[in-house]
């Protein structure tokens, strides 16, 4: 039995999407088979989607917990599974844990319309499943582009953000971090293994977690890919995402998200994790942001680049101490 409720709902333009439910505590959870037809709270059409099957239940389904519940968010080719356990001990503390496929990921429906797949279009689909399960404020987690969501968020829904925790990101990127992620996104691969999977996948991650294992790295070559209707392993992700890189739409700083994070760090509680060999967000862009924010609080994961899981203990226990401080 899964440690979670998988839930489905469909956003504003008509995409199936889906996310992981983990209940505060993690207690008495019940999986029902997926149901045809509309799944969300306000009854919409759902579309089918170009994923394997998995069971799910209305998303209405379950009392909201009494602390506000955590909304994970992540990075630009990831998914849901990279919480897988994260998000179990958060729910350990007493809080609702949601973890999101955003739309192209995962058991989401991938988008038509590759344009789509900017961070302003991803935090409506997250407006839209918090007005679904009558969420009305939550602490968000966002790994990397996760991050890139919750502050876009905070410049038009700052109401529905309690606290936030950012992983390795913020509103002033590094070229270097950006290059590297652009040269493998959205390239053909097709590992004739679980083996060559976990190979791919420390090829191009090492750099930053140096002292993995190949345990470590099985387990996320099984997050990463997944076998496809003939049976080949095959990236858990839309490759069109990598368009908004490719054509420099994904910029390493714009006027607006500077000015949304100080918005977000000026009105909320906001956490940065930053892992010390990070490419993406060096030290250079993190000393921007805590001189932009003087009351954001920081915590460093030694030894780990972009971007940590926030299973390290640096990183876990300083996300356990600001949650402590949150409703």
């Not at 919409?44 to 602390?67: L, Y």
């Not at 390795?168 to 996104?185: F, K, Q, W």
């Not at 760090?265 to 990070?278: F, N, Q």
Request: a positive charge; aromatic letters at 6%.
């Amino acid at each position: 039995m899964p440690n979670f409720i998988p839930i489905r709902y469909t956003s504003s333009d008509g995409l199936a999407l889906y996310a992981r439910d983990y209940p505060a505590g993690g207690d008495n959870m019940h999986v029902a088979p997926m149901q045809a037809g509309p799944v969300a709270a306000r009854p919409v059409a759902a579309r089918p989607v170009a994923a394997r099957p998995v069971a799910a239940r209305p998303v209405a389904a379950r009392p909201v917990a009494a602390r506000l519940p955590v909304v994970c968010i992540h990075g630009l080719t990831r998914n849901s599974a990279d919480f897988d356990e994260f998000a179990p001990a958060i729910a350990a503390l007493g809080r609702r844990v949601l973890a999101l496929d955003v739309r192209g990921r995962g058991h989401s429906e991938r988008d038509p319309d590759p344009s789509n797949y900017t961070p302003q279009v991803y935090a409506d689909d997250v407006v839209k499943l918090m007005a679904d399960l009558g969420i009305a404020r939550a602490v968000f987690v966002g790994t990397s582009m996760g991050g890139l969501i919750t502050i876009a968020l905070a410049a038009r829904h700052i109401g529905l953000i309690a606290a936030a925790v950012l992983n390795d990101v913020g509103p002033v990127l590094s070229e270097r971090g950006l290059a590297r992620i652009a040269g493998y996104t959205g390239k053909a691969v097709a590992p004739a293994s679980w083996r060559d999977a976990a190979c791919y996948v420390r090829d191009i991650n090492g750099c930053a977690f140096p002292d993995y294992q190949e345990q470590e790295w099985d387990k996320w070559a099984r997050r990463a890919f997944e076998p496809d209707a003939g049976g080949r392993l095959a990236p858990r992700y839309d490759p069109n995402i990598a368009i908004a890189l490719q054509t420099g739409r994904l910029r390493t700083t714009s006027l607006a998200s500077r000015m949304a994070f100080r918005r977000l760090a000026r009105e909320r509680p906001v956490l940065l994790v930053r892992g010390a060999l990070s490419d993406l967000l060096e030290g250079r862009q993190a000393d921007w942001m805590r001189h932009a924010a003087p009351s954001m609080q920081y915590v460093e994961v030694p030894n780990v680049g972009h971007a940590p899981m926030l299973t390290e203990a640096p990183a876990l226990q300083a996300i356990e101490r600001f949650l402590a401080s949150v409703p």
